[in-house]
T-cell receptor, first 111, second 116 residues
Framework: LAKTTQPISMDSYEGQEVNITCSHNNIATNDYITWYQQFPSQGPRFIIQ???TKVTNEVASLFIPADRKSSTLSLPRVSLSDTAVYYC????????????FGSGTQLTVLP | DTGVSQDPRHKITKRGQNVTFRCDPISEHNRLYWYRQTLGQGPEFLTY????????KSRLLSDRFSAERPKGSFSTLEIQRTEQGDSAMYLCASRATSAASTDTQYFGPGTRLTVL
């Protein structure tokens, strides 16, 4: 499985756009990039998944450059409730495989 | 609420005691996963079921750990002779068999185990 590197923590203010970048230099051809969000005392929650270019849903956008060696999760206009740990995962999709989490990025949104 | 429930939410036990946790997945999901999460770390895979068959176990799952999913619905995770190092959040997740490309696993709220 491709190793991922994310910042340990980030701070932002309410109403700002937050971009969290994940490096995955050894991503394989059949690997997808998936982001999960975890609030304290809760299980992780799927946010978004993509393979290349840009994916957008009601929660976030995911930007993946052509070489796919990194990806950026973009959260528009964050609020205090977006304070959470965000995990970037890389691996083949559509299989029964378990998820492999790193340490994630602790995002703290300040008022 | 993801639809995955876990019981109990918190468990405090003394070293050497046995504990059992229960997970009720989303009813139509045939895949069920157990993870363990310690403070400041991401979840680590323990084991995985497809229906009632336990298909994969991590090296983290020592012989003191046993998991079952007897009828392919709920699952239990038992830890025998607990040790202080077993203190962690135990997470259950479920997923449907699907041709979809997303890796969406739905996680429960977890059971936080404290071994004194």
């Amino acid at each position: 499985l491709a190793k991922t590197t994310q910042p340990i923590s980030m701070d932002s203010y309410e109403g700002q756009e937050v971009n969290i970048t994940c490096s995955h230099n050894n991503i394989a051809t059949n690997d997808y990039i998936t982001w999960y969000q975890q609030f304290p005392s809760q299980g992780p929650r799927f946010i978004i998944q993509g393979y290349k270019t840009k994916v957008t849903n009601e929660v976030a956008s995911l930007f993946i450059p052509a070489d796919r060696k990194s990806s950026t999760l973009s959260l528009p206009r964050v609020s205090l409730s977006d304070t959470a740990v965000y995990y970037c995962l890389v691996g083949p999709s559509g299989s029964a495989r378990q998820l492999t989490f790193g340490s994630g990025t602790q995002l703290t949104v300040l008022p | 609420d993801t639809g995955v429930s876990q019981d109990p939410r918190h468990k405090i036990t003394k070293r050497g005691q046995n504990v059992t946790f229960r997970c009720d997945p989303i009813s139509e999901h045939n895949r069920l996963y157990w993870y363990r999460q310690t403070l400041g770390q991401g979840p680590e895979f323990l084991t995985y079921f497809q229906n009632e068959a336990q298909l994969e176990k991590s090296r983290l799952l020592s012989d003191r750990f046993s998991a079952e999913r007897p009828k392919g619905s709920f699952s239990t995770l038992e830890i025998q002779r607990t040790e202080q190092g077993d203190s962690a959040m135990y997470l259950c997740a479920s997923r449907a068999t699907s041709a979809a490309s997303t890796d969406t696993q739905y996680f429960g709220p977890g059971t936080r185990l404290t071994v004194l």
